[in-house]
C-alpha cells in the first residue's frame, strides 16, 4: 500500500513539473513559398525565352532539353547551325540570370553498341559544353556526363521512342 501511493506521488510530481516548464512558440517561415516564387521566376524566364524547347522545373533548377536532331547530324558530335542559335539563346538567358551551375547530359537512343553510344553522348555533351565557353559562360561552371542509352524517356521500339531517347538535356542551378 505504502509502494502505491510512493508511485502514485512520484507520478503526480513528474506530471506537475511537466506542467510548469514554459513553451516556446514556433514559427516557421515560408521558406519553401520563397523557393516557389524564386523556381517560378527562374522557370518561366527560361520557358518565355526558350519558345519550342522543352523546360521543366526539377528539385535543383531549371531542365532544359534539346532533341539531338535540332543539334546533331545523325551519329555527330558537330553542332548544327540552328542548334548554335538555340544555345545562344540559352546562354544568354543564363548570363541575364546572374551564376549558375550547368550539368550536361548526352543520351542516346539503343541503336549501336551500348559503348559507342556511351562514347557519342559523352563527345555531344563536350560539344554542348564547348560551344556554352566559347559564348562566355565559365569552364567551371559546366559538368558534363554521357549516359548513352541509360536513362530512356520513351521506348526504343519505335521511332518516334528513339527520338525522344536521342537528346541532350542541360540542368542549370543557381550557384556561385
Not at 512558440?25 to 525565352?49: C, F, G, H, L
Amino acid at each position: 500500500m505504502v509502494r502505491k501511493t510512493l508511485v502514485i506521488a512520484a507520478l503526480a510530481a513528474v506530471g506537475a513539473l511537466g506542467s510548469c516548464k514554459s513553451k516556446k512558440a514556433i514559427v516557421s517561415t515560408p521558406a519553401s513559398s520563397q523557393a516557389q516564387v524564386t523556381d517560378d521566376t527562374e522557370y518561366d524566364a527560361y520557358r518565355n525565352k526558350l519558345p519550342g524547347t522543352q523546360v521543366d522545373r526539377v528539385q535543383s533548377g531549371v531542365k532544359v532539353t534539346f532533341a539531338s536532331e535540332i543539334l546533331f547530324p545523325t551519329n555527330s558530335s558537330y553542332l548544327t547551325e540552328p542548334a548554335k542559335e538555340k544555345l545562344q539563346k540559352l546562354v544568354k538567358v543564363i548570363k541575364e540570370k546572374g551564376s549558375a551551375k550547368l550539368l550536361i547530359e548526352g543520351h542516346t537512343d539503343k541503336t549501336g553498341t551500348p559503348e559507342y553510344n556511351k562514347w557519342l553522348s559523352e563527345k555531344r555533351a563536350a560539344s554542348v559544353k564547348a560551344f556554352a565557353v566559347s559564348m562566355g559562360l565559365s569552364e567551371a561552371s559546366v559538368s558534363t556526363t554521357g549516359l548513352g542509352d541509360t536513362k530512356p524517356v520513351a521506348v526504343n521500339s519505335t521511332p518516334e521512342g528513339r527520338a525522344k531517347n536521342r537528346r541532350v538535356e542541360i540542368t542549370i542551378s543557381q550557384g556561385k
